[in-house]
């Protein structure tokens, strides 16, 4: 169980497992109180090992058109909990320290949330 | 936006259109609270822990038309809280701890559009009787909300006032009822019924209870997140047959039946049906009936490629179902819209109706594919007015003359489909194309030729990514109502405008992310008049004197150009990163002072020494002039020389020292010897005493003539006794040497020393002259070693 805060966003966020192996399906908790509206949201990932990246890709999460999520859709100034599954496809985790750049931004490209965190795995 | 203010700042301009107030602590509005802006139109009081509203707080604001209240936790709103607010057309009252629709004082607000209230704690659908009072009334978001069940009298108002243009959206309510006739003969646009239902009973009888509604569209589905139902079977939409309905759409739900075969019977009539991530698998078998004019399948986990028969059809999307492939022939003969893109298909022939199953086809997306293998030119689709490959991987496109029957085509788009183009007939036979994307994929010797000869209507051109280096002086030659021209991430390393000087109608030029150096000299001159803006951001230019014209313009259009604060100098180094429009041309202008000076400084030297060297006797004259006196010489020289040689004394020698500059007087025996007198006493005399110098004129003849001889010992003689006058010879002729060496001494001075030579050229004349005078302006003996070797010897 890991869990984070950040009261500058009034973001929370915690995931309930730690394994060496990721499942293919991880549960998360995810809180926050919307500074924009989130007609469509987008989030873009990065994870970096010693400063050099691994991994990067955008994904869209929430779009106009019979949106994905329940969330989705909602207005800026309204606070939004997500407790349930994601979807990653299951892999091992090296051992190491790893540098996750995480941004969840609208269709404006104004910033929703941002999180920069570090795992260490050993 | 966020300043932790508790009271609206009084330093806000009246005239203020729009004001977010949003997260500061307002936490109470009293009435007239906005009086000072009367020309609000958006008002955005997002999380502003407002508990209280008065009276009369918006008062006044009769521009509003959009009020944000999301996330505040109201706990009292008077009843006149909404007074004045005579233009609202949207209301955003989301988590406002809101109990129901009734108590909400909005009644007055006529003008009211879009009500959105989801994300509170409503219980009842009952919809109020002020909705009667709001015939605009279009939208009504009653999502996430705790409504339970929905009863007859609950839309008792839209029996009286009609809103046929009402979307409503009850997601995420736990619904549990619908009384049986509550919806009979209501009419709506929408209606969206998401993650409503707990179980499928529920759900079955809920859909039941929509008996003898008329929709425009409805929206069944759950949340990806929210999921309730444990399966979903045919039997469930058994009561939209109740229904009628224009488009029905389905979505999310998670153990769909794989079993279509029955699923759609209360849905035949339907016009337009959506299937949006449904794990169908494998396409079953459709009856025949179906009515369907437009059918939508959004991943929907396809393994094969179905291959259903619908006559009615004319608009089938099937996307992202990856892993569908490969492509199968399709028999659906009145189709005009397909759109396959996102499926990782791979299509071994493409295409032509015998493939597509219809020859009415005006739209074809096939992007976002595998492998499309271009085998026949459209054979049978001459009504494509759309045709989308981007993504996919184009096979022999470049082969030949594909698109050549696609006298309709009006968009086509090829974007990073790995085409080489190498056939400049390519695109021959576009006609009416008017758009045109081919980012993304390269040219033989990245050199752009004109491909686009048959496009005479095309207005936009999207050129970027292709590796181009070069583009055709013709490429655009007949392009005349081309509009927009995307060349951006090629590699141009100049601004080579003239392809784009044809370009009448041209308004916008893309040439960012390129490697532009600069432009060639005058070249920007031919820039078409109509273009409006330039992109020449993240290019490698030379801030450099030499392209200074250049910068000038770029300076001079700074209007055209968009985002100039992007345009950096690459070159010199010190102006590496600078922005472009900081380049000075005094910078410039002081080192062409500098190179100007310079030039002049030359110019004038060199004049001076011209003049120095054309004018030097006159100088002389000038400057020496006391110097320069004869003393009690009444000559300058005295000149021996053979009476056969006398014509050259006279023409040339006499000529040229007697008026010449500085004057000389030469003692010449026919003119200045005394009559009367003995020659020897007049060769002494008047010669030799008299003349500060001797010129010996030496030739065939002088050596011959015994009185030449007989002078020119003389002078030697006089010039040992007197050591002063010095002996000038001027050699006139090449003399032989056997006739030279009687003379001995004369043989050997003319060997040992300096002589003058009497030329034919020109310039040799001029250098004799020359040196002839400076010897004779010279006082001191000439030549004196000289002399002196010749009488040692």
């Not at chain 2, 020309?39 to 822990?49: F, G, M």
């Not at chain 2, 299509?347 to 020859?359: A, I, V």
């Not at chain 2, 030119?377 to 001459?382: C, Q, R």
């Not at chain 2, 309709?408 to 994307?437: C, E, M, P, W």
Request: aromatic content about 10%.
């Amino acid at each position: 169980m890991w869990s984070m805060e950040d009261p500058l966003q009034d973001f929370g966020f915690s995931v309930d497992q730690c394994s060496k192996h990721l499942k293919s399906n991880l549960n998360i908790r995810f809180g926050i109180i919307l500074r924009e509206d989130i007609k469509e949201l987008f989030l873009d990932i990065a994870l970096f090992t010693k400063g050099s990246p691994i991994l990067n890709f955008s994904y869209p999460i929430c779009e106009e058109d019979l949106p994905k999520f329940s969330f989705c859709g909602r207005r800026k100034g309204e606070q939004i909990y997500y407790a349930g599954p994601i979807n990653n496809p299951g892999f091992e985790i090296l051992q190491g320290e790893y540098q996750i750049l995480l941004e969840l931004y609208n269709e404006h490209r104004s910033t929703v949330a941002c999180a920069n965190a570090t795992v260490v795995c050993s | 936006m966020e300043l932790n203010l508790d009271k609206i700042p009084n330093n806000i301009p009246t005239s203020t259109k729009k004001l977010d107030l949003s997260f500061n602590p307002l936490r109470h509005l009293g009435s007239h609270s906005f009086s000072s802006f009367p020309e609000l139109q958006v008002l955005d009081l997002s999380r502003c822990e407002i508990r209280i509203i008065e009276d009369d707080a918006y008062q006044g604001l009769n521009h509003l038309s959009i009020l944000i209240l999301t996330g505040n936790p109201i706990q009292r709103l008077f009843p006149g809280a909404f007074f004045g607010l005579s233009s609202l057309q949207k209301l955003v009252a989301v988590e406002t701890n809101l109990q129901s629709l009734e108590d909400f004082p909005i009644g007055h607000l006529k003008t009211l559009k879009e009500l959105n209230v989801a994300h509170n704690l409503i219980h009842s659908f009952k919809l109020p009787e002020y909705f009667s009072n709001m015939p605009n009334l279009e939208y009504l978001d009653l999502s996430n909300n705790k409504i339970q069940n929905i009863y007859h009298e609950d839309l008792q108002v839209l029996h009286q006032m009609p809103l046929l243009n009402l979307s409503l959206d009850l997601s995420l309510n736990p619904l549990y009822f619908i009384q049986p006739g509550a919806f009979k003969e209501i009419k709506l646009r929408e209606l969206t019924l998401r993650s409503n239902f707990n179980s499928t009973d529920v759900m079955k009888t809920c859909i039941q209870g929509l008996a003898g509604l008329k929709i425009h569209q409805l929206v069944l589905g759950e949340f990806k997140n929210e999921r309730n139902l444990e399966s979903f079977d045919k039997s469930l939409l058994e009561g939209l047959c109740n229904l009628t309905i224009e488009k029905f759409r389905i979505a999310y739900f998670d153990d769909f039946s794989e079993d279509t075969t029955d699923l759609f019977n209360c849905l035949v009539n339907v016009s337009t049906i959506s299937l949006v991530h449904l794990s169908l698998k494998r396409p079953k078998y459709l009856p025949k009936n179906l009515r369907w004019r437009r059918l939508e399948m959004v991943n929907c986990g396809f393994e094969e490629f179905p291959t259903w028969e619908l006559d009615s059809l004319k608009e089938f999307v099937l996307t992202d179902n990856k892993g569908v492939s490969p492509f199968t022939e399709m028999k659906l003969e009145s189709l005009e819209f397909l759109d396959l893109s996102r499926n990782g298909l791979s299509f071994k022939g493409c295409c032509s109706h015998f493939e597509l199953g219809t020859s009415r086809l005006k739209h074809l997306d096939l992007s976002f594919n595998d492998i499309i293998t271009m085998s026949s030119n459209f054979l049978g689709l001459e009504q494509l007015e759309y045709l989308d490959f981007q993504r996919s991987n184009l096979k022999q496109a470049s082969d030949f003359s594909v698109f050549l029957s696609l006298r309709n085509l009006r968009y086509l788009d090829i974007s990073y489909t790995h085409t080489q183009v190498a056939f400049q007939g390519i695109f021959d036979g576009l006609v009416s194309l008017q758009v045109l994307k081919m980012a993304g994929n390269s040219f033989q010797n990245n050199f752009l030729p004109n491909i686009f000869k048959d496009l005479t209507n095309l207005t936009i051109l999207d050129l970027s990514r292709c590796q181009l280096e070069q583009v055709s002086p013709v490429a655009f030659g007949s392009l005349p109502k081309l509009q927009l021209i995307n060349m951006s991430h090629n590699n141009l390393l100049s601004l080579d405008t003239l392809p784009y000087e044809p370009l009448l109608s041209l308004q916008i030029l893309d040439c960012s992310f390129n490697r532009i150096v600069a432009s060639k000299e005058r070249e920007w001159q031919h820039f078409p008049s109509n273009l409006v803006s330039l992109n020449l951001t993240q290019n490698d230019f030379a801030c450099v004197c030499e392209h200074q014209n250049f910068l000038q313009w770029v300076k001079d259009h700074r209007q055209l150009l968009v985002e100039t604060e992007q345009m950096v100098c690459a070159k010199p180094l010190d102006m590496q990163g600078m922005p472009m429009l900081s380049f000075r041309n005094a910078t410039c202008q002081r080192s062409k002072t500098i190179i100007s000076v310079s030039v002049f400084t030359v110019l004038t030297v060199s004049l001076v020494a011209v003049l120095v060297y054309k004018f030097y006797f006159h100088l002389m004259l000038l400057a020496g002039c006391k110097k320069y006196n004869r003393g009690e010489s009444t000559y300058d020289a005295f000149v021996i020389y053979s009476s056969q040689d006398e014509d050259w004394v006279r023409n040339e020698l006499v000529k040229n020292l007697e008026e010449g500059v500085p004057p000389f007087q030469l003692c010449l025996h026919y003119r200045d010897f005394i009559p009367g007198v003995a020659i020897a006493a007049n060769i002494i005399q008047e010669g030799f005493y008299k003349s500060r110098k001797v010129i010996v004129v030496v030739s065939q003849h002088f050596i011959q003539s015994r009185w030449c001889i007989f002078e020119y010992e003389i002078a030697q003689t006089w010039q040992f006794l007197s050591s002063r006058a010095g002996i000038i010879f001027i050699v006139l002729q090449k003399v032989e040497k056997s006739l030279l060496r009687q003379q001995v001494e004369l043989y050997r001075l003319l060997s040992r020393n300096t002589y003058l030579e009497w030329e034919d050229s020109v310039l040799g004349r001029h250098i004799f002259w020359r040196r002839l005078r400076k010897a004779l302006l010279d006082g001191k003996p000439w030549s004196p070693e000289g002399m002196a070797d010749a009488e040692n010897s």
